[in-house]
């Protein structure tokens, strides 16, 4: 059988209402293609009617592959399962909610053609979402571009195409709190942008609470940056050399103007609590790589698969 020209790969969670709209407007899409394609829908346990949806579509177009977790493994858990399983020359990652248009994809193809291997979307405007949303999505990309030791585009979410090369690449990494956009950057080969605006959601409600997102930047930073474990370093040399400073200080004002200068207990305990809590954030810190390590030594599977279409075989490993 022929391998299909392009892979969509799409993780679901509780879609239900975005679903048949987003298959309506993704096979439009791929009927104007310039070859073969299939829709990968990954459900990453959702628990309303997104699989038996799948399964209907997939009913009616032979195109459609459904890979069903036995759980929630996480977003980034489910791309990387559309990916273990693209069968396609290119492969496109969206996700289903339609904030990103697949109208798009014809554009990413088109630099793909040109000769790029990593073609991200990049976020020209993003329409219904809320000044917090924004402020924090804008503060977040600066400040992983500043910390992380490769040079991750702003603006740029999971909406992208990548090349057979870059996935075959991106197959063996096995880690399990992974930034995937991340890692498709990490990888090298030639990359380019294009430009969209990010829309509103078209039915139901964000997947992305406050408490997914500060674990998503945490996967980030430490997955890509020591900075965290060097500020400690750094935020201990520079206490010390305050308080080095501090010895002949207090001596001279002690004998100057008596031990009343600095009576009482207030200022120890206030340092003593100070130095307290800065030991128990970088222990924090330290505790989140060493937790991070822990995982990676257990080797449990990424995702265990419920149901999915028989994993490929490439050429090159036949």
Not at 87 to 94: F, L, N
Not at 188 to 204: I, L, M
Not at 218 to 236: E, M, N, W
Request: charged content about 25%; hydrophobic content about 45%; aromatic content about 12%.
């Amino acid at each position: 059988m022929t391998r299909p020209r392009y892979s969509i790969v799409a993780p679901v969670f509780n879609e239900e209402e975005t679903l048949p709209e987003f298959y309506r407007r993704t096979r439009a899409v791929m009927d104007q293609l310039d070859g073969a394609c299939e829709l990968l829908l990954v459900f990453d346990g959702s628990r309303d009617r997104s699989p038996e949806i799948g399964r209907e579509l997939r009913a009616q177009d032979p195109r459609v592959k459904c890979i069903v977790f036995s759980r929630n493994f996480g977003h980034q858990i489910a791309i990387s399962a559309g990916i273990d399983y693209a069968e396609g020359d290119a492969v496109v990652i969206i996700d289903s909610d339609l904030q990103d248009p697949p109208e798009v994809i014809p554009a990413l193809v088109a630099k793909w053609k040109e000769g790029f291997q990593v073609v991200f979307a990049q976020r020209a405007k993003r329409l219904g979402e809320t000044f917090f949303k924004l402020f924090t999505a804008a503060f977040f990309y600066r400040l992983i571009r500043r910390l992380a030791s490769i040079d991750i585009p702003a603006d740029t979410g999971d909406f992208r195409l990548v090349d057979r090369q870059v996935v075959l690449a991106m197959r063996q990494f096995r880690e399990h709190h992974r930034f995937m956009r991340g890692l498709s950057v990490w990888v090298g080969f030639k990359q380019t942008g294009v430009q969209y605006e990010r829309q509103e959601r078209y039915a139901g409600a964000t997947q992305y609470p406050l408490k997914r997102m500060i674990k998503f930047a945490t996967d980030a930073i430490t997955g890509f940056s020591y900075v965290p474990l060097q500020l400690a370093t750094t935020i201990g040399l520079w206490i010390s050399g305050i308080a080095l400073l501090a010895i002949p200080v207090v001596a001279v004002l002690r004998v100057e103007f008596g031990r009343e200068f600095f009576g009482g207990q207030a200022t120890t305990l206030i340092s003593v609590l100070f130095l307290g809590g800065v030991q128990l954030i970088f222990l924090g810190i330290i505790g989140e790589y060493l937790g991070r390590i822990y995982d990676e030594v257990k080797n449990r599977p990424l995702y265990i698969v419920a149901e999915a279409p028989p994993k490929p075989k490439d050429e090159d490993e036949q």
